[in-house]
């Protein structure tokens, strides 16, 4: 059933929602079709950064910490009359020791914040994100090469909302390739726009090779949404620590998709479950979702 999130102790999460009327009218009716396609272009999207970059965009801050239940006491700031813009609190920083790092060299972590599926990969199927279905490939921008050493493995969704913490983090120790930017048309990741849209397939998106020192080679990849102004991953081609920032989103919905290998990670079984029956799986960043598969002798 679409929409239902559960929290790792197997409690069922709501969703936050501030924007759903809205969303309506853009995806269901005539008029709000017209309108999406001026929202969705990069012009727009670029002055709309501009304003949430702005101190009039200020004002909208109370009403989203009211609006999705964000509590304010786990971040370095917390007066929301501090924030200089929207942008300057949707980036906000969180206390370090509100999430702790599972630092041992066989535990995956998530990369940040999110409602959390996972899916396999293999030559004769698609795998099925959020309503559609997709192939690695067109994650990858095309790339069969890249996207064929992925087969058997796993494709980890991780769905970024108005509450979550925005910053995404490295999920091991390793060294990385060049970011690779896809452009494309922006639009929203709430899930009613998949009635009339195939999501990833128009969103801008970027992604990097990782070579881990315990999970082999991963994918990393960005995807942006309607009105975000922009991802900000901090690096280029360099070497990395776990837990380290990676980068952050600016304004809006907005996604990250890992792709392992095949034979790599035991997924944690209530995530497994959860994805099996299309609930998402409320996760923090730095956070055990698997661990390093152990060689049985047949693979040795």
Same mark, same amino acid.
């Given at each position: ?37 001026l929202l969705t272009r990069r012009s ?24 999705? &239940?964000?509590? *304010? ?5 917390? #007066?929301?009359?501090?924030?200089? %813009? /929207?942008? +300057?609190?949707? @980036? ?60 058997? &493995?796993?494709? *980890? ?5 108005? #509450?979550?913490?925005?910053?995404? %983090? /490295?999920? +091991?120790?390793? @060294? ?98 959860n994805s099996a029956e299309n609930i ?9 979702i698997a661990v390093k598969r152990q ?6």
């Amino acid at each position: 059933m679409e929409g239902r999130i559960k929290n790792r102790d197997g409690s069922f999460l709501p969703g936050c929602a501030p924007c759903g009327k809205s969303l309506r009218f853009l995806y269901e009716t005539a008029a709000g079709r017209v309108c999406l396609k001026l929202l969705t272009r990069r012009s727009v999207s670029k002055l709309v950064g501009a304003y949430m970059n702005s101190r009039i965009s200020k004002l909208n801050i109370k009403r989203s910490i009211q609006s999705c &239940g964000i509590d *304010l006491s786990e971040y370095e700031i917390t #007066d929301y009359r501090k924030f200089s %813009c /929207y942008n +300057d609190f949707f @980036t906000r920083q969180i206390k370090k020791e509100k999430r702790p790092l599972a630092a041992a060299p066989d535990v995956f972590i998530s990369p940040c914040d999110s409602k959390l599926s996972v899916y396999g990969i293999n030559e004769d199927s698609c795998f099925f994100i959020k309503g559609s279905v997709y192939t690695v490939a067109d994650l990858l921008g095309g790339n069969k090469a890249l996207a064929d050493q992925f087969m058997g &493995g796993y494709c *980890l969704i991780f769905r970024l909302t108005v #509450d979550n913490y925005h910053r995404y %983090c /490295y999920i +091991d120790n390793g @060294t990385k390739e060049e970011n690779i930017f896809i452009p494309g048309v922006l639009h929203t990741v709430n899930p009613i726009s998949l009635k009339k849209y195939n999501i990833y397939k128009q969103n801008c998106r970027e992604y990097t090779v990782l070579h881990t020192e315990n999970f082999g080679d991963v994918v990393q990849v960005e995807i942006g949404a309607m009105m975000v102004g922009r991802i900000k991953n901090h690096h280029g081609a360099c070497s990395f620590r776990k837990g380290e920032e990676k980068g952050m989103f600016e304004f809006g919905g907005s996604t990250i998709v890992l792709l392992v290998k095949k034979d790599i990670l035991t997924i944690d079984g209530d995530i497994l479950a959860n994805s099996a029956e299309n609930i998402e799986t409320a996760v923090k960043m730095g956070e055990r979702i698997a661990v390093k598969r152990q060689k049985t002798d047949n693979q040795y």
